[in-house]
Structures are given as C-alpha cells and as structure tokens.
Nanobody, 115 residues
Framework: VQLQASGGGLVQPGGSLRLSCAASGFSLDYNSIGWFRRAPGKGREMVACIAWRDGSDSYEDSVKGRFTGSNNKDKNTGYLQMNNLKPEDTAVYYC?????????WGQGTQVTVSS
C-alpha cells in the first residue's frame, strides 16, 4: 500500500506544474486525496482535499483559483494542477490517502518557484 508523488520541479513565477499521486496496493475509489506542503521553516499545511467521487473538493485560501485537483480512475492516480505559481508556493509537496489524520503518505516532491 503506497502512494507515489511526482511532478515537482523548478518553475518561474506565473508558471505551472502538475503533480501526480499514483496509488498502488489499494484503490483510490471512495477515498479522498490530501495534498499537503511544507515550506522551509514552516509547518505542514494542507492545500487541497480532493474527493474521489462526489466533487466536494476544498482548497486552502491562498491557492483557491490557482490549484485544481482531478483524478484518473483508470490510472488510480490523482493530480494537482498548479497554475500562476508564486514564490511562496515553494515547498515540498505530499499527497495522502484521506485528508484527516492520513495514514498513507507519498514521498515528497519539491516545488521551487523562483526567477
């Protein structure tokens, strides 16, 4: 049972990245995917909670309108599309199975927004 996060990188302000979270050993169906980040010197924060089926997605205020979650049932993979990235979005991003007290985490993927 594991999650594999990928898609981070270095991007200029205003740029875009798409993070992926591939699940293995279990189905993401009927689960939610949490997207969290930890910026240097700061605690972990949840930036998005993406419901797998019912569309009840939620986003942290600073990313609303810029980040969008989606999923591919056939690939058992969730995605976080990040547009109009800002330097303050620089962090290690993690995905999780569920959004409240997750027990399964993907490894982090570094997102750096810098000119």
């Amino acid at each position: 049972v594991q999650l594999q996060a990928s898609g981070g990188g270095l991007v200029q302000p205003g740029g875009s990245l798409r993070l992926s979270c591939a699940a293995s050993g279990f189905s993401l169906d009927y689960n939610s995917i949490g997207w969290f980040r930890r910026a240097p010197g700061k605690g972990r924060e949840m930036v998005a909670c993406i419901a797998w089926r019912d569309g009840s997605d939620s986003y942290e205020d600073s990313v609303k309108g810029r980040f969008t979650g989606s999923n591919n049932k056939d690939k058992n993979t969730g995605y976080l599309q990040m547009n109009n990235l800002k330097p303050e979005d620089t962090a290690v991003y993690y995905c999780s199975r569920g959004c409240v007290d997750p027990q399964v985490w993907g490894q982090g993927t570094q997102v750096t927004v810098s000119s």
